[in-house]
C-alpha cells in the first residue's frame, strides 16, 4: 500500500489553523487559500468522516448477519451429513457424495512405541 501524502492528524491541525486563522485575520489570504476555503474544506471532510463512519457501521452489522448465517448454514450442513451417516453407513457412497469420508478410505491411526527405560 503507498504511503499516505498527509499526516495522520491532518484534521486535528486543520481545525487549529482554522480557529487561529480566524482570530488574528480572516480577511488575509495566502494564494488562493483563505480562512473561508480552509473551513469549507474542513467541513467536507468532517461530513465525508461521518458517512465513512455509518458506512463502516453497516459493514459491521453486514458482517455480523453473514457470520450468524454462515454458522447456521454449517449446522444444517452438519446435521445433514450425520443424517446421510445414520441412513446409509459411514462407508456408503452416499455419505462420500456429501463430503464424508468413507471407513474404508480412514487412514488408521499409527502407534508409537514407547522407548523401554533400562
Do not use: I
Request: glycine fraction near 6%; avoid cysteine.
Amino acid at each position: 500500500m503507498p504511503k499516505k501524502l498527509y499526516p495522520s492528524n491532518v484534521l486535528e491541525q486543520a481545525r487549529t489553523v482554522a480557529t487561529a486563522w480566524s482570530q488574528f485575520a480572516p480577511e488575509v489570504n495566502f494564494g488562493t487559500v483563505s480562512a473561508a476555503n480552509l473551513t469549507e474544506a474542513l467541513n467536507s471532510a468532517a461530513d465525508l468522516e461521518g458517512q465513512m463512519q455509518s458506512l463502516e457501521l453497516q459493514l459491521t452489522n453486514a458482517r455480523n448477519q453473514r457470520d450468524e448465517l454462515y454458522s447456521d448454514l454449517w449446522d444444517k450442513v452438519k446435521r445433514a451429513r450425520s443424517g446421510v451417516k445414520a441412513n446409509y453407513g459411514d462407508d456408503s457412497t452416499e455419505y462420500e457424495l456429501v463430503g464424508g469420508t468413507r471407513l474404508s478410505e480412514r487412514k488408521s491411526p499409527v502407534r508409537r512405541t514407547l522407548p523401554v527405560a533400562e
